[in-house]
């Protein structure tokens, strides 16, 4: 029984250019949640989507961006990428979006 | 929003003991409180959550207690095992988990000395 997916696993890029990270959820889950987590810090939320719709945003700017697609995996983008934006990025699962959160193994982005 | 503030930072017992680690919440609609401990270079995993219809929760040697009236919400281990060793992670959310997301506090780095 496959766990939440993501990818890639590590990332390196520099200022200004642009990412796309996924995320595959668990079989049956209808809801994605992103997140960030600085090293040595607890995640902060980014968004939750469910059943392709976007249904909550944390206190993020607007190069930040996600989508949800019909299968339900999902993608994050981040545009114009800055120095602090380095950090772990985690996907969660639920069933919906008011069940228990499941995470990814995340994507390390590392930018120069 | 909601705030979360998790002490203490880091925590060292003695392989047997118990160990406790404390958070407090500052949104009094908050009404789920999950825990998740992540290992070095790995994913969090959710190793218990209580809702606040409830104000203890157990689960072989881990517990969970909630005192709304005061927003704070503990986390207890029992007879820890050097297995146990990790950084500990509360977190709220006035949605259930949902549409706000998690409020994560900033991690409890657990020590099981042998």
């Known amino acids: 029984d496959a766990g939440v997916t993501q990818s890639p696993t590590h990332l390196i890029k520099t200022r200004g250019q642009h990412v796309t990270l996924r995320c595959s959820p668990i079989s049956g889950h209808k809801s994605v949640s992103w997140y960030q987590q600085v090293l040595g810090q607890g995640p902060q939320f980014i968004f939750q989507?469910?059943?392709?719709?976007?249904?909550g945003r944390g206190n993020f700017p607007d190069r930040f961006s996600a989508r949800q697609f019909p299968n339900y995996s999902s993608e994050l983008n981040v545009n114009a990428l800055l120095l602090g934006d380095s950090a772990l990025y985690l996907c969660a699962s639920s069933l919906a979006g008011g069940d228990e959160q499941f995470f990814g193994p995340g994507t390390r982005l590392t930018v120069l | 929003g909601e705030n979360v503030e998790q002490h203490p930072s880091t925590l060292s017992v003695q392989e047997g003991d118990s160990a406790v680690i404390k958070c407090t919440y500052s949104?009094?609609?908050?009404?789920?409180f999950p825990w998740y401990k992540q290992e070095l270079g790995k994913r969090p995993q959710l190793i218990i959550d209580?809702?606040?219809?409830?104000g203890e929760k157990k689960d072989q040697r881990i517990a969970v207690t909630l005192n709304k009236t005061a927003k704070h919400f503990s986390l207890h281990i029992t007879e820890t095992q050097p297995e146990d060793s990790a950084v500990y992670f509360c977190a709220a959310s006035s949605s259930g988990g949902g549409a706000d997301g998690l409020t994560f506090g900033k991690g409890t780095h657990l020590i099981i000395q042998p």
């Open positions: 949104d009094s609609a908050s009404n789920y």
């Open positions: 209580i809702r606040s219809n409830v």
């Open positions: 989507y469910y059943e392709k719709e976007e249904r």
